[in-house]
């Protein structure tokens, strides 16, 4: 009896000093411990919660994940490009040098076209009046590191062709044609030296809707002598004025390489709901995921946990903010992925959003899909405390919540095995992608 109760001691003592070293140890850093769950300063590497022995609360402690720390563990969840769109748009890893740029200063020049047979009848600032607050979009989204300038040229050019002849799709070499047209008409008029976006808005007397969006490759169209890579037509103004601003979002999302997360062939969101600026463009306020916003450089490396392990215990801080690690991500293969991220204070359902990507998948197809659906369409898709769901074998459970995080506990089942896709890296999956394109729309060329 008296053996026992000596070890009952001395593993208590043991213990003690253990949570001691653990509170010393969190004292160092400048963040205390408790305090680490309010607000994790940007490219924080602090996060990981263990369970206290004795007092079953959570403690956090620090967590080397950072990209100088753990390369080979982040380079598994930056996705290979693998969408049939190829260099134009698509979820891998890295982005086409074609794309416009993401972080610092993006020039837009806005150019107001009309036709023959639809005649403008409003003026250039009338159509414009609603647009500059684009700028407020991607400055909240990309957390202060991109600034669009609108570049407006306030007349209107007549293109001598039937109006129709600008309506369709993108991402088809045919599609360059009205780009090209377009440009021989306003070329004298407008200096395109360093301009990233060329944006046609089309004439107001033009009653279908039209949003064309046409990312090419280096070197298609020049002016100016500059490279002119990414171009976009819409009517978006005429019959949406109020949300001019969102629609212009949405394609200059797709000027920085992002995909169609809506389905394309309805003009539905079932996929995505209204996460993402590329899902839905009528939310209450904008909205990308963190895996998109990574890829674009706006948050760090050390900001996502790039998860190699059975099961971890991880806080994740709503991304209102901009500190802070912000997602878990699971990688499943080169392409596939599960991903959980923490919502707050957007006018959507708060908690945390768990979703599959797959960059096989094509644009507007469903490359990236929220979990659990439990109705007619993900809005209402992110867990609460007690909740739990599913995904490829990948299970995760909300443990706590505040009005700033969410702590999730991820767990990879026995199929959840990652497996990678191809022995190519993704710079050499991205120069074959667009030589091959390049070459696609260099005998397009040939044959007009």
Same mark, same amino acid.
């Given at each position: 009896?008296?053996?026992?109760?000596f070890?009952?001691?001395?593993?208590?003592?043991?213990l003690?000093l253990?949570?001691?070293?653990?509170?010393?140890?969190?004292?160092?850093?400048?963040?205390?411990?408790?305090?680490?769950?309010?607000?994790?300063?940007n490219?924080s590497?602090?996060g990981?919660?263990v *369970?206290a $022995?004795?007092?079953?609360?959570?403690?956090?402690?620090?967590v080397?994940?950072?990209?100088?720390?753990?390369?080979?563990a982040?380079?598994?969840?930056?996705?290979?490009e693998?969408?049939?769109s190829?260099? =134009?748009?698509? #979820?891998?890893?890295?982005?086409s040098?074609?794309?416009?740029?993401?972080?610092?200063t993006?020039?837009?020049?806005?150019l107001?076209?009309?036709f023959?047979d639809?005649?403008?009848?409003?003026?250039?600032?009338?159509?414009? !009046?609603n647009?500059p607050?684009?700028?407020?979009?991607?400055?909240t989204?990309s957390y202060?590191?991109l %600034?669009?300038?609108?570049?407006?040229?306030?007349?209107w050019?007549?293109?001598?062709q039937?109006?129709d002849s600008?309506?369709?799709?993108?991402? *088809?070499p045919?599609?360059?044609?009205?780009?090209?047209?377009?440009?021989a008409?306003?070329?004298?008029?407008?200096?395109?030296s360093?301009?990233? !976006?060329?944006?046609?808005?089309?004439?107001?007397a033009y009653?279908?809707f039209?949003?064309?969006?046409?990312?090419?490759p280096?070197g298609?169209?020049?002016?100016d002598?500059?490279?002119?890579?990414?171009?976009?037509?819409?009517?978006?103004?005429?019959?949406?004025p109020?949300?001019? =601003?969102?629609?212009?979002?949405?394609?200059?999302?797709?000027?920085?390489?992002? $995909?169609?997360?809506?389905n394309?062939t309805?003009g539905?969101?079932p996929?995505?709901?209204?996460?993402?600026t590329?899902?839905?463009?009528?939310?209450?306020q904008?909205?990308?995921?963190?895996?998109?916003?990574w890829?674009?450089?706006?948050?760090?490396?050390?900001?996502?946990?790039?998860?190699?392990? =059975?099961q971890?215990?991880?806080?994740?801080?709503?991304?209102?903010?901009?500190g802070?690690?912000?997602?878990?991500?699971v990688?499943l293969?080169?392409?596939?992925?599960?991903?959980?991220e923490?919502?707050?204070?957007?006018?959507?359902?708060?908690?945390?959003?768990?979703?599959?990507? %797959?960059?096989?998948?094509n644009?507007g197809?469903?490359?990236v899909r929220a979990?659990?659906?439990?109705?007619?369409?993900?809005d209402?898709?992110?867990?609460?405390?007690?909740e739990s769901?599913?995904?490829?074998?990948v299970?995760?459970?909300v443990?706590?919540?505040?009005n700033?995080?969410?702590?999730?506990?991820?767990?990879?089942?026995?199929?959840?095995?990652?497996?990678?896709?191809?022995?190519?890296?993704?710079?050499?999956?991205r120069?074959?992608?667009?030589?091959i394109?390049?070459?696609?729309? %260099?005998?397009?060329? #040939?044959?007009?």
């Amino acid at each position: 009896m008296k053996s026992r109760l000596f070890y009952s001691f001395l593993l208590a003592a043991f213990l003690s000093l253990t949570l001691m070293q653990i509170s010393k140890t969190a004292a160092q850093t400048e963040t205390p411990t408790f305090e680490m769950a309010q607000a994790i300063p940007n490219g924080s590497d602090f996060g990981l919660a263990v *369970t206290a $022995p004795l007092t079953d609360s959570f403690v956090y402690l620090p967590v080397l994940r950072s990209a100088v720390n753990v390369p080979a563990a982040v380079e598994n969840c930056q996705l290979l490009e693998a969408s049939p769109s190829g260099s =134009a748009v698509g #979820l891998g890893f890295p982005t086409s040098a074609a794309r416009s740029p993401s972080k610092g200063t993006m020039r837009v020049k806005v150019l107001f076209v009309d036709f023959p047979d639809s005649p403008a009848t409003k003026t250039t600032q009338e159509l414009f !009046v609603n647009l500059p607050e684009v700028a407020n979009v991607y400055d909240t989204l990309s957390y202060g590191q991109l %600034d669009i300038q609108l570049e407006p040229v306030h007349q209107w050019f007549r293109i001598n062709q039937s109006a129709d002849s600008w309506a369709g799709g993108f991402y *088809t070499p045919p599609y360059i044609n009205p780009f090209r047209d377009a440009l021989a008409v306003v070329d004298p008029a407008v200096d395109f030296s360093g301009v990233d !976006v060329v944006y046609f808005l089309m004439s107001d007397a033009y009653t279908p809707f039209v949003n064309l969006t046409q990312p090419l490759p280096q070197g298609v169209i020049t002016a100016d002598g500059h490279n002119l890579n990414n171009f976009v037509a819409g009517s978006e103004t005429i019959y949406h004025p109020f949300a001019g =601003a969102r629609l212009m979002g949405h394609e200059i999302g797709h000027t920085l390489g992002l $995909p169609d997360l809506y389905n394309t062939t309805d003009g539905q969101s079932p996929f995505f709901g209204q996460w993402d600026t590329m899902a839905n463009t009528y939310g209450p306020q904008p909205s990308m995921m963190a895996y998109q916003r990574w890829k674009l450089g706006w948050l760090a490396n050390s900001q996502i946990y790039c998860q190699q392990s =059975a099961q971890e215990t991880i806080y994740i801080e709503a991304m209102q903010s901009a500190g802070g690690v912000k997602a878990v991500m699971v990688p499943l293969s080169g392409t596939k992925m599960v991903v959980v991220e923490s919502h707050r204070a957007e006018g959507y359902k708060e908690g945390a959003l768990v979703y599959l990507i %797959d960059s096989a998948v094509n644009t507007g197809a469903g490359p990236v899909r929220a979990y659990p659906n439990r109705g007619t369409d993900t809005d209402d898709a992110p867990l609460v405390v007690g909740e739990s769901v599913t995904v490829e074998g990948v299970t995760i459970e909300v443990l706590e919540s505040t009005n700033s995080h969410d702590l999730v506990r991820v767990t990879r089942g026995a199929t959840a095995v990652y497996e990678p896709t191809a022995d190519l890296t993704n710079n050499t999956n991205r120069e074959l992608i667009s030589l091959i394109e390049t070459l696609t729309f %260099d005998a397009a060329d #040939l044959q007009q």
